[in-house]
C-alpha cells in the first residue's frame, strides 16, 4: 500500500491521477500531512469525504516507530527510530536560541568505513526510503510539538535540517533529493535551501548532481589536507582525491544558495591537528570560498582516537583565520547521550561483515 510520505508533490499529484483526482486535491493532502503532521485521512475536513474514504483505504501515512527517546543535560533530544528487520537509525534535535537544527539519517548504518566514526563501524544495511528520511522530520515536528507551550518557543520547533546523521545521503542520492524536495516545498516543510544542509563524505559526481537537481547549502567532510592521510581516514577518498573534490566544490558553487562550501574538520588528536595540517589546508582550498567547522573528535567505545587539547583546536582555528578563514569550532552537544557527531550508532544489521574487522586498524 503506497506511503504518503514516500512522496514529493510531483509523485503525489501523479499518484492522485491515477486514481483519478486532480494535483490541488494532492496538494491539499500534502499540507494535512507535512504540515499539519496528520496521519488520519478522516481529519481532513477540507478534502471530500468521497475521497477521504478512498485515501482510508488504498494508502498509508507510515513513520518509522519510536524505540527511544533520550534528552541530553544540554537539551539535545535523540530519538532512535526502527526502520524494520532489526534496523534502527538515529535523530538528533539540537535546540539553540533562534533555532532548532534536525540531523537526520539517510542509512542504516553506512558504507564508506571512516576510521573516526562510530556509525562506519558497524558496517552497512541498506539505504533509508524517502518515507523513511521524511518520517524523522514528520515525527520529530509531531514529537517536539507534545510539549508545546511548556517550553520557549525560541528553537522549539524544526527550522534547519543537516543531513549529518547515519549515513553518506549522497550514496542515497534519489530518495535524499525526493525528500529534500518535500523539505523545500512550500506546501509541505517550506524550509529555505540556506537551511538545508547537505553534508558528504565527497562523492564527486553526486555532487555535481545536486547542484543541477537540488542545489542545497553544502558540508564536506574534509578531515586532512592531503590524499595521504585523507586516504587513510576517509577511505572514499582513494575513489575521489583532493583535486577532483576540490574542483567538485567550486562547479558547486555555482548554483549553490549560499556563497560558500563549510568543510568539516574532526580534530584528532596527533593525526590531522598539527600547524602544518592548517597551512596545508589554506592552500588546499585557496581557490575555494569556504568556512571550517572544527568538531573536537568524539569518541566511542572501541576508538582508537583521541580528542585535541582545546589548546590545539585554538591554534589551529588561529591559524586558519589568519589567512582570512571564517572557522567556527562545533560545541560538542548530546554526547551524555551518544548523539555527538559521530557517535551515532543505531543498531545496525551489517551486510559487510566490517565489523569482523578490528577498529584499530588504521
Ligand atoms: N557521510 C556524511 C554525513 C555524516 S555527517 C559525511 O561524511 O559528511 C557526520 C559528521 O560527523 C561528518 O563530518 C563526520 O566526518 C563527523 N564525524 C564522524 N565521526 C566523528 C567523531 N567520532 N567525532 C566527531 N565528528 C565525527
Redesign the pocket.
Known sequence: MPNLLDYDLAGLVGWFAELGEKPFRARQVMRWVHREGCDDFGAMTDVAKSLRVKLGEQAEIRAPALLRDDVSGDGTRKWLFDVGDGNAVETVFIPESGRGTLCVS?QAG?A?D?A?????KQGFSRNLEVGEILGQLWLANRLLGVAAGTEEDNGRVVSNV????????LANFDNVVTALRVMLDDHAYGLSRRRVTV????VVPAIDRLRDECPVAL???L?APDDALRDRL?PLNRKYPLRGLMAACRRYLERAPRDFVTF?Y?MIDGVNDGDGHARALIALTRDVPCKFNL??????PH?A?ARSPVERVRRFAGILLDSGIIVTTRRTRGDDVAA????LAGQVRDRTRRTLQTMEEV
Do not use: R
Open positions: 539517510s553506512c564508506l571512516c573516526f566514526c562510530a556509525t562506519g543537516v543531513m549529518m546523521g547515519m549515513g553518506e545521503p553534508s558528504t563524505a565527497g558540508a564536506v567532510s578531515h576517509v568539516e574532526v568538531i573536537p573528535f568524539n569518541p566511542f576508538s582516537f555527538a557527531c559521530g557517535q
